[in-house]
C-alpha cells in the first residue's frame, strides 16, 4: 500500500469516532449470540461427522446389533448430557415490564411487538446506570406459565418449525422419489389398509386407553389432559419408521413383498398422522368454545381430514405433472444444470404452495416425488438423473441423521421436558397396544380377501417394525405450550429413543426368531433404501438407465395375471380399478407427460388428433420403442440392481412372484 | 374402521374440551406466521424457477445483452414492487411497556427478554376485554429510533444473518473448489497484489472521498457518518463479484490469464474485504470510548487483519488437509454416500469452526475449497467427485441467483432503506474512482517488475469488470441499526442493481470495443466457472478425471522455464518461493495426504523412513504413475474440457502460453 498516501488520510480519524456505549455492547451481545449459533451448528455437523466415521467402522466390520440411527441418537444423547451438565450457562437477562398507563389494546391476542421504553431513570442495584431514556422492539416468543421459572435455557436446540420446512421435506420427497412403484402397486391394498384405516384406528385407540391411564393418575396431572389431547398423542405415536428395520432388510435380502408393504406403509403414514394430528387441532380450535362433543364437528374432522390429504395429493401430483410437461415441452435438457435446478425448485414449490393453501406440504412433497420419479424422471437427461438422485440421497442421508441426533440431544438440553413416569409407562405400553391392534386385526379382514395371505410370521414382523421415528418427534416438538404437551414431548423422545436402539438393534434376531427368509437371490427385486449398501472399489457405480432390464409396469402384470387367475376372485373390482389406472396412464399421461411411446396420436380417438399431434415431440415419433421401455423402468431408478432383470416376464413367473409368500 | 369400536369411544369427547380461546387465537396467530413464511419462500422459489426458465430462453436463443445475474435482479425488482404497492399489509400490532415498578436492572445492555404482565384489569378502546393476568416472554429483536414511525415491515425480508451462514458459505467453496490452480498460480502476483493492496487501497480511497463528499453535504446527514463509517463504507463497496463478466469470457474464449487474473482477484478480494471490514468494526469498538484517533489502535486494526486472515486460511487448510488424511487413511470411499458426506461435513465445520473462534468463516471455507481440491479431490472415489462436484455446482447456481434476486425484492421490501440522493451519487462516484485507483497504479507498479507486462486494454477491461455483488451486499445488509448504515445499504444496493445490470450487459462490447481477443482456440485452458456452457446431448457429460489430458503443474511449469528464461530478472525471488513450495507440494504434502507418487518412502531422507513407511498407502506404492498424474490434474476439477491438452508439454510451448499477451 502506498504509504504516503496513507499518513495522509489518518488526520481524518481525529474526532471521528464517537459511537455511543451502548451500541458496541449490543454489537458485542450480537457477536457472542452468533458465535453461540456458530458453536451449536458445530456441535451437531461434529456429531454426525462422527456419526458418518463410525457407521463406516461398523460397515466394515459388519456390526449388526447397533444401526446408523441408533448410533446417532446414542452419541447425540451423550453430547446432550455433556452439555447440559458439564457446560458453562450463558445466562439469559430478564426484566418485568407492564403496559404504559394510558395504553389502548382491544385484541384478544397478545401483541406482536412490544415497544420497552426505558425510562429516564431506573433503580438500579450496583454499578453504572443502564441505557436511559431509549426504546427497544421486543418480538412474541411465548407464554411464561411459571413466573419463578426462571431459566428459558436455549442451548443446542432449534425452532421447530426448521424441522417442517427444512428437515422432513428432502426425507419424504426421497422417499417417494425412490419408491420402487411396482412392488408398491402390488401390495397397494395392504399398505393402503395399513396406513389409511391402521394409523387412524391406532390414533383412536391410544388416544382412549391413554385418556383412561390419565384419569387413573393423580388428580394434577388428570385435569391437564383432555381427550382431545391424549387423541393427539395417539395420532402423532402412531406414524412408523422404519429405516433400521429396512437397512436390515435390504442387507439380508428379505422377501420383497414383506419390504415393501412395510416401506410404503412408513411413507404413507407418516403423511396420514400430520394429516390427522391437523385435523384434530382444526377440530379443537373450531368447537372448544362449545366444551362439549357434536357429531358435526365431529363429521368436519372426517371431512377436513379427507380434504386435506386429497387436496395435497393433487397439489403435489400437479407440480409433479408441471415439472414433466416442462422438461418435456422445452429443450432445458440440454442444460443439465439449470434443469436439476427446476426440478429442485418445482418439487420444493409443491411443498410451500400446499403449505400456504393451508394444507400439508409433506403430503404434496411425497406425491410430487412419485409423480417426478414416474413422469419427469423419464425426460430428464442423464446428468440430471444422476445429479437429483445423488443429491436427495445424500441430503436424506444428512436429514435424517440429524434428526435423530437432535432427538438425543434435546433429549437433555430442550427446555420444555416434563417427565411423568406415569405417562411414560402409559405411552410405552399403549403404542405397543396400538401397532398391534394397526397390524393383526387388519391383516386378517386383509386374509380374508387376500389371495396370498399375510403369514402370521410376517405379521409379527410388521408388528416388530412398528419403530418411531422423525415425524413422531418433529410432531411432538411443534407445539410444546401446555405442561400436558410437553409430557407428550418426552414420552414421545423415548419412545423413539428406545425403539431405535433396542427394537432396531434386535431386528436381525426378530427375523432369525420368525424364521423369515432371507438372501434368496431376490437382490434385483429389493426396493432398498438405495445407498445402503452401494459399494463401489473405485469406479462408478451408478448404473441407471444404463442396465438392459425391461420390466413390466402394475398394469400390464394385473393384465398377465388376470389371465391365469380367472377374474373371478374377490380382488376383481380391485383389479379392474388398476386395469382403469393403468390403462389411463399408459395411453393419455405417459405420452402426454414424457417421450414415452405410443405417441398421443394413437392412443387418442381421431377428433382429438390435431390436439394430439400438438402434444407429441419429435423425439417422440422418431425415438425406438425399446429404448424408451428402458428409461421408463422402475429399476433405473435404484443404484444398486447388479443383476439385470429377466428380459421377458413369462405371466407364470410373475404370479409366482406375487405369491411368492408360498417358499414360506 | 371399525364402526362399533368408534362409537365406544366417543363418550370421552364429552366434556372433555376446555382450551382457552386465548390459546386458540395464538395457534391462529402461529399458524398465520407460518402460512406468511411459506409464502415469503415460494415467492423466492417462483422467482428462481421464473430466472432459470428464463436462462434457458436465454441461452436457446443466444441473448448476450442481458446476463442471468441481471435477470434475477430485474425480476427481483419487479416482484419486490408488486409486494410493496399491491400486496395486503398484514398488521403488526404494538403496545408499549415500562418496567414494572420494583424493577432492579445494571447492566448496560437491554435484557434478551421482556417478561411482559398483562395486568387484571386493562383500558380497552371496545369490544371484548382481552387477556387478563397473563406473562408472556418477548425477546430482544433491535432499537426503535423513531417511536412514531410504527410500520415495520417484514414483507419478504430474511434475517441478514442467513446469508453469512447458509448463502455465502457454498458460494465461497465452489470458488474455491473450482478455482484452476494452474493459471492462478501463475498470476498469483498479480492477483495477490490487486486483491489484497488494491482492496485496502480501495477501501481506503472511497473511505476518505466518502468522508469528504459528506462533509460537504446538509449538516444532519454529515453529523451521523463518522470516519470510521465511511471506512466501512469503503470496505463493504471494494470487493468485486464479476460473475456476469466471466460467463461471457467463458462463451466468448477470452485469454485465460486475464480470466485468471479476475477470477482470483474477485475470489480473493471478497475474503479480504470480509476480514477489513471486520477489522475496522473491531477498531471501532476498542477505541470508541476514546474518540480520538490512536497510532496504537491503528496499528492493532492492521495486527487484527493480519492475524485474523492468517488463522482463518489455516484453519481452513488445516481442515482441508484432515479431510484429505480421513479420506486416505480410511477406506470411507467403499461407501460413496458416506464420503461425500464427511466431505460436505468437514467442509462446512471449516466455516463454523472459524466462527465459533471469532475468526472469518468464508476465509476458511474458501482456503478449505482449494485444499479439498487439491488434496482430498485425489483420494475421492469416482462417484463422490461427481457427487460433490454437482452439489456444490448446483447449491452456488441456487445461492447465487437467490441473492440476486433477493437484491431486487429487498430494494422495495425491506423496511431500513434510506435514500439519500447525495449519498448514493458520492458511491457511485467513490466505488468508480476506488476501482480505478486499485487496477490503474498497481499494473504500473506490477509491470515494473513483470516480464509479460498487463497491457492497457486488459487494465481497462480490469477496471471495467469491477461490478459489485452478493459480498458487498450480505456486508451492507448485515446491519442496518443506524441512520448512516441504512444509507450504505441503499447505495450498496443500487450499486450493485446498476453494475450488474447495466455493466454485465455491456461487457460483450466492451470486450469488442478493447480489441481483446476472443475465441482464440484457447477452449481447454478456459477457466470456466463449469456449469455455464455444459451442453449436453442426452447423454452423460461428466468428464472428470476421464479424460487423458496430463498437465503440468506450477511449480512445474517454473521450474521448466527458469531455463530458457534464465533466472537473472526481477521475478527470480518470487520463482524460488514457488519453487519452494512446490518442492515441499509434491515430495512432503502430496504423498502425504493423497495417494499420489512418488510416497514418502522414497522422497523422505533416510532416517524417516520407518514414519515414511507407516504414512504410506498399499494403494500408494502399488498403483502406477500415469494412472495418478491423471487423477492429479487441474483439468478434472471442470467439466467443461472437450479437447484434450498436449500429452506433454514442451517448455518452449509453456513459455509462449505464459508469454500469451503478446498476441494482442
Not at 164 to 185: D, Q, T
Not at 325 to 344: I, Q
Not at 406 to 419: E, L, R
Amino acid at each position: 500500500m502506498n504509504p504516503i498516501l496513507k499518513s495522509s488520510l489518518l488526520i481524518y480519524f481525529i474526532g471521528a469516532c464517537d459511537a455511543s456505549g451502548t451500541d458496541i455492547a449490543l454489537d458485542a451481545k450480537a457477536t457472542l449470540l452468533h458465535r453461540i449459533d456458530s458453536l451449536n451448528l458445530l456441535i451437531y455437523t461434529c456429531l454426525l461427522t462422527l456419526t458418518v466415521l463410525t457407521i463406516w467402522v461398523f460397515k466394515h466390520r459388519r456390526v449388526s446389533w447397533l444401526h446408523e440411527t441408533g448410533l446417532a441418537v446414542i452419541y447425540g444423547l451423550i453430547v446432550g448430557a455433556i452439555i447440559r451438565y458439564g457446560g458453562s450457562t450463558n445466562e439469559v437477562t430478564y426484566i418485568d415490564a407492564h403496559p404504559a398507563p394510558d395504553t389502548k389494546y382491544n385484541l384478544s391476542v397478545p401483541p406482536d411487538i412490544v415497544r420497552f421504553h426505558f425510562p429516564d431513570k431506573i433503580q438500579i442495584s450496583s454499578g453504572e446506570a443502564p441505557i436511559p431514556n431509549k426504546t427497544y422492539a421486543y418480538s412474541f416468543r411465548g407464554e411464561i406459565v411459571k413466573v419463578e421459572q426462571n431459566e428459558i435455557d436455549l442451548k443446542a436446540t432449534f425452532d421447530p418449525e426448521i424441522f417442517f420446512n427444512i428437515i422432513l421435506p428432502p426425507i419424504i420427497f426421497h422417499a417417494g422419489y425412490c419408491l420402487k412403484r411396482k412392488y408398491f402397486f402390488r401390495n397397494l391394498g395392504a399398505i393402503l389398509t395399513f396406513a389409511m384405516v391402521g394409523t387412524a384406528l391406532s390414533a383412536l385407540v391410544i388416544g382412549a386407553l391413554m385418556y383412561g391411564c390419565v384419569q387413573l393418575m393423580p388428580a394434577s396431572l388428570a385435569s391437564s389432559f383432555t381427550f382431545l389431547d391424549t387423541l393427539y398423542f395417539g395420532a402423532l405415536i402412531s406414524p412408523t419408521d422404519p429405516l433400521t428395520v429396512l437397512a436390515i432388510f435390504s442387507q439380508l435380502k428379505v422377501d420383497v413383498n414383506l419390504y415393501a408393504m412395510i416401506f410404503g406403509e412408513s411413507v404413507l403414514n407418516d403423511a396420514v398422522a400430520l394429516v390427522l394430528s391437523g385435523a384434530i387441532q382444526n377440530y379443537e380450535k373450531r368447537y372448544s368454545s362449545d366444551g362439549g362433543f357434536e357429531i358435526t364437528g365431529f363429521l368436519g374432522a372426517i371431512g377436513d381430514f379427507i380434504g386435506i390429504f386429497s387436496l395435497s395429493l393433487l397439489v403435489g401430483a400437479l407440480m409433479g405433472c408441471f415439472t414433466a410437461l416442462m422438461t418435456k415441452f422445452t429443450h432445458v435438457r440440454d442444460w443439465p444444470l439449470l434443469e436439476s435446478a427446476l426440478f429442485v425448485l418445482m418439487s420444493y414449490a409443491a411443498f410451500l404452495i400446499a403449505e400456504v393453501c393451508e394444507l400439508t406440504g409433506v403430503v404434496a412433497v411425497l406425491f410430487c416425488g412419485i409423480c417426478q420419479a414416474h413422469y419427469t424422471y423419464n425426460n430428464l437427461s442423464a446428468d440430471s438423473r444422476n445429479r437429483t438422485k445423488q443429491l436427495f440421497e445424500l441430503l436424506n442421508f444428512l436429514a435424517e441423521n440429524f434428526i435423530f441426533t437432535y432427538i438425543g440431544v434435546s433429549m437433555f438440553t430442550f427446555p420444555k421436558h416434563h417427565f411423568d413416569p406415569w405417562f411414560i409407562i402409559a405411552g410405552f405400553l399403549t403404542s405397543t397396544l396400538g401397532r398391534a391392534v394397526n397390524i393383526y386385526p387388519l391383516s386378517f379382514l386383509l386374509n380374508l380377501g387376500r389371495k396370498p395371505p399375510i403369514p402370521m410370521n410376517f405379521q409379527h414382523m410388521l408388528f416388530f417394525s412398528g419403530l418411531r421415528g422423525a415425524m413422531s418427534f418433529a410432531l411432538a416438538i411443534r407445539n410444546t405450550v401446555s405442561e400436558a404437551r410437553q409430557a407428550m414431548l418426552t414420552t414421545t423422545s423415548m419412545i423413539v429413543i428406545a425403539t431405535v436402539v433396542l427394537q432396531g438393534g434386535a431386528a436381525t434376531h426378530a427375523l432369525a426368531y420368525l424364521r423369515i427368509p432371507t438372501g434368496e437371490g431376490q437382490n434385483d427385486e429389493n426396493e432398498a433404501l438405495p445407498y445402503r449398501d452401494v459399494r463401489s472399489n473405485g469406479r462408478m457405480v451408478v448404473k441407471w438407465g444404463n442396465g438392459e432390464n425391461e420390466v413390466v409396469m402394475p398394469w400390464q402384470l394385473n393384465y398377465k395375471e388376470e389371465t391365469p387367475r380367472g377374474s373371478t376372485d374377490g380382488g376383481s373390482e380391485k383389479a379392474r380399478l388398476a386395469r382403469l389406472w393403468g390403462a389411463l396412464d399408459s395411453r393419455l399421461l405417459k405420452p402426454l407427460l414424457t417421450h414415452a411411446r405410443p405417441p398421443l396420436t394413437e392412443t387418442l380417438p381421431g377428433f382429438m388428433r390435431p390436439v394430439a399431434r400438438l402434444l407429441t415431440t419429435t423425439r417422440q415419433y422418431t425415438q425406438s420403442d425399446n429404448s424408451l421401455r428402458r428409461t421408463d423402468s422402475d429399476s433405473d431408478l435404484c443404484i444398486d440392481e447388479p443383476q439385470p432383470v429377466p428380459t421377458s416376464i413369462d405371466p407364470q413367473l410373475s404370479y409366482n412372484i406375487r405369491n411368492g409368500y408360498g417358499n414360506v
